[in-house]
């Protein structure tokens, strides 16, 4: 990474406030997004995927989420510290972020036309307060983005409502509202996950041709490996609120390091595996109300050792973009 | 959206003849000689008799209800024994006083229940939330009898701001009948003073009648709009840029308003019953008052006919409130 890395989120620590208590969410997450880079965000249900890219736009309400320490450094601002104003110049305009379930993040009572027309009114007036609303240009750019996304006849699809259309076509949606504002960086928060797989393929595509295409900077979180594989450079694992690898696609998924980035991969289906010789990674994920103490895998860990009870620290390779939490890298690692 | 309607405009004229056989059936079951009352406490046997067979009472009672549906096809509501009048011609005085204050009290619970929802809502746990919730509290469980009773003590007797009773000064002409209505009618005819002279003797009734509506319009709205906010397609708008009050004031409140709107029907069909009391405390001339003093000379057919415009009320109350529904709701439209 010789570019200042567009975003970067240093030792950021999140709790949620809850009833049953203090939960854990995030323990220190390190991520870094070079310009034009893509990043995918792997790992279980739970493990706080989601959670590590919300507050980039400051989407967790508090209470109950807090932030405990860490920094969330787009070109150098730290966007755990921006004031409303500025927050709203940078929603859709700089950072735009698409979401999971196509279903439910159309709002049922609305146009698409209206809500694309809105958002993009909005990021007009976020940018020049004095500047006069054009609904007609306004809509003319909606049917472009439209048009972009491949949304078969977007000028009349664009006087729809979301229950009129199919999940693909309100994720392409989706994608439209969300690039309207030619943003600089793109989070897709499991942007496939609720799609049929044929369609997932086509949204990923879309993804990728419109990344190529602006020149955006892209974090795609997904629990799905084959989607990191297919459309990312880089990746972190997460794990219980931790980023336990990151490096390049090829590093990480052709010689993983970390116990459970192995246990992940070798927990993928293939066709010409039998199915009694897919591995499960043993356990389940720990209570984040009690952590355990010193490394959080190492109850399911099939490398335990006895300082696993104390917590272990990142270690890196030389040329610093390859990152590992586990005791077994003590030493330090080189590229095999 | 028409064939919606044409079938509810079926549906609502067999469910108003059914009414009709039940109240028929009611009031004529019921023990009482309206023939007696009528020829009054001296009468003899034979002017007693006479009085039936003018009235039609002495016939069976299924052509009696014939009779009763063929003159209501041509306007007759039949004659009061009380009054001595025909029906139609009572309820042509009385309705308009009613609707009046009926359409102020609903207009005054939506106005400030939607907002105060809205508010509470948006401040959830704040000092406002909690004052809401207790002044919303109270207004369910308030008999509304006894705050028209408060009221008129208070702001009519001790502080002198409001007249205690009637639509308008003894002294005062009313206005010409256009409506009825006397505000309407007033300012039809340009009579200013006249106008807000009948708005100060509604103001007390109309609070009053309008309590139990305001607290379930606000306690609705309420939980609605809290729903509504946590929704994904909110977090979406959030992303995207669309300004705190846009998200609220059009993104929640659109979605939030349909379940509003059915308390709000159904609350503004059963203020026509309230009225009864409120048109007591308040010696409003109105249907309330009119069904009341019938019921209590057992004069049937006065009964009868307030018990249809009640029932008609709500069914065309809730008419309407389906028609909104439809124009708010794309995924209602189709479906009748």
Not at chain 1, 305 to 316: A, D, F, L, S, V
Not at chain 2, 192 to 201: G, K, R, S, T
């Amino acid at each position: 990474m010789t570019d200042a890395p567009v975003l970067e989120i240093r030792d950021y620590r999140l709790n949620f406030n809850t009833f049953d208590g203090v939960y854990h969410a995030l323990d220190g997450v390190n991520l870094a997004v070079g310009k034009g880079q893509s990043l995918g965000i792997v790992g279980e249900t739970g493990c706080g995927k989601s959670v590590t890219v919300r507050n980039v736009l400051g989407l967790l309400p508090s209470p109950p989420a807090e932030v405990v320490s860490g920094e969330i450094l787009y070109n150098g601002k730290d966007m755990l510290k921006v004031t409303p104003a500025e927050m709203q110049k940078i929603r859709g305009i700089e950072i735009a972020m698409i979401f999971q379930d196509p279903m439910t993040y159309l709002n049922p009572v609305f146009t698409i036309g209206t809500q694309m027309v809105d958002v993009i009114l909005a990021h007009q007036k976020a940018l020049d307060k004095s500047v006069r609303k054009n609904k007609k240009q306004a809509r003319a750019h909606a049917i472009e983005m439209l048009r972009k996304v491949h949304l078969p006849n977007p000028e009349s699809q664009i006087d729809r409502y979301p229950h009129e259309l199919s999940g693909g076509m309100r994720q392409r949606v989706l994608i439209a509202m969300a690039l309207s504002g030619s943003p600089k960086l793109l989070i897709a928060d499991e942007p496939t996950t609720a799609l049929d797989v044929t369609i997932q393929a086509q949204i990923l595509d879309l993804i990728a041709e419109l990344v190529e295409d602006m020149g955006l900077s892209v974090i795609i979180i997904t629990h799905d490996l084959g989607v990191v594989a297919k459309v990312c450079d880089n990746v972190a694992v997460m794990y219980a609120g931790q980023v336990v690898e990151y490096g390049t696609i090829e590093e990480v998924f052709g010689k993983p390091k970390h116990p459970y980035t192995e246990g992940l991969l070798k927990s993928i289906p293939h066709p010409g595996k039998p199915p009694e010789e897919l591995y499960g990674i043993p356990g389940f994920l720990p209570n984040l109300l009690t952590p355990p103490i010193g490394c959080r895998f190492q109850d399911r860990c099939p490398k335990a050792m006895e300082i696993c009870g104390t917590p272990p620290k990142n270690r890196n390779n030389a040329a610093h973009d390859r990152t590992v939490l586990c005791h077994l890298y003590e030493e330090g690692f080189e590229d095999a | 959206m028409l064939q919606m309607i044409g079938k509810r405009s079926i549906l609502m004229l067999g469910m108003l003849l059914g009414l009709l056989v039940i109240t028929f059936s009611i009031s004529h079951i019921a023990p009482g000689d309206p023939a007696a009352l009528a020829a009054g406490p001296d009468a003899t046997q034979e002017m007693i008799d006479q009085v039936r067979e003018e009235y039609g009472f002495d016939k069976p009672l299924v052509e009696q209800f014939v009779i009763y549906v063929g003159g209501i096809f041509e306007g007759d509501l039949g004659r009061s024994v009380y009054t001595t009048r025909p029906v139609a011609q009572d309820l042509m005085v009385y309705f308009p006083a009613t609707l009046e204050l009926v359409i102020y009290s609903i207009l005054f619970a939506i106005i400030l229940g939607v907002p105060m929802g809205v508010i509470s809502a948006v401040k959830q746990n704040g000092w406002v939330d909690n004052l809401v919730r207790f002044v919303s509290s109270s207004g369910v469980g308030l008999p509304m009898f006894w705050l028209g009773l408060m009221l008129q003590l208070y702001f009519g007797l001790q502080l002198g701001w409001f007249p205690l009773g009637g639509r308008l000064d003894l002294m005062t002409d009313p206005p010409t009948t256009i409506t009825g209505m006397y505000t309407i009618d007033a300012l039809l005819t340009l009579k200013f003073n006249v106008f807000f002279e009948a708005l100060h003797h509604m103001v007390l009734p109309a609070i009053a009648l309008s309590f139990p509506a305001l607290a379930s319009i606000v306690r609705v709205n309420r939980a609605e709009m809290i729903e509504t906010l946590s929704l994904d397609y909110m977090t979406n708008a959030r992303a995207q840029g669309i300004s705190k009050f846009r998200m609220i004031a059009a993104y929640a409140l659109k979605n939030a308003m349909l379940p509003t709107l059915a308390i709000i029907g159904l609350r503004f069909g059963w203020m026509l019953g309230g009225t009864v009391l409120i048109e007591s405390v308040f010696d409003w001339p109105g249907v309330g008052l009119y069904a009341l003093q019938a019921v209590t000379a057992s004069d049937f057919e006065p009964v009868m006919a307030v018990t249809l415009i009640l029932g008609a009320w709500f069914m065309l109350t809730n008419f309407l409130i389906d028609i909104i529904y439809g124009i708010l709701d794309p995924r209602v439209r189709g479906r009748a």
